[in-house]
Nanobody, 110 residues
């Protein structure tokens, strides 16, 4: 199970931290990532993190502003989002192996 939280309505330039609480699988055995989908647009992969080495990769649209991390002690994935822009507005999902959570809504106003 994947349960996202932390979405909110903020102003441009502000920060948010999303969380994804996981259960029902061995968290440390999988790479895992964050996706987002804005209205009328396709789902976009924005960040992922490796299962053991913690190596992360980012989409061009968020590189340098977002940071993904995982806490193995509480099986939780995080996404720190800084310098938010209106174009970051979307439903954000955590996912692994094509399994997605229900999403959390982020709205950024100018």
């Amino acid at each position: 199970q994947l349960v996202e939280s932390g979405g909110a309505s903020v102003q441009a330039g502000e920060s948010l931290r999303l969380s994804c609480a996981t259960s029902g699988f061995t968290f440390a055995d999988y790479s895992i990532g964050w996706f987002r989908q804005a209205p009328g647009k396709e789902r976009e992969g924005i960040a992922c993190i490796g299962k053991t080495d913690g190596r992360s990769n980012y989409g061009n649209s968020v590189m340098g502003r977002f940071a993904i991390s995982r806490d193995m002690t509480n099986n939780t994935l995080y996404l720190q989002m800084d310098s938010l822009k209106p174009e970051d507005s979307a439903v954000y999902y955590c996912a692994f192996n094509d399994i997605y959570g229900q999403g959390t809504l982020v709205t950024v106003s100018s």
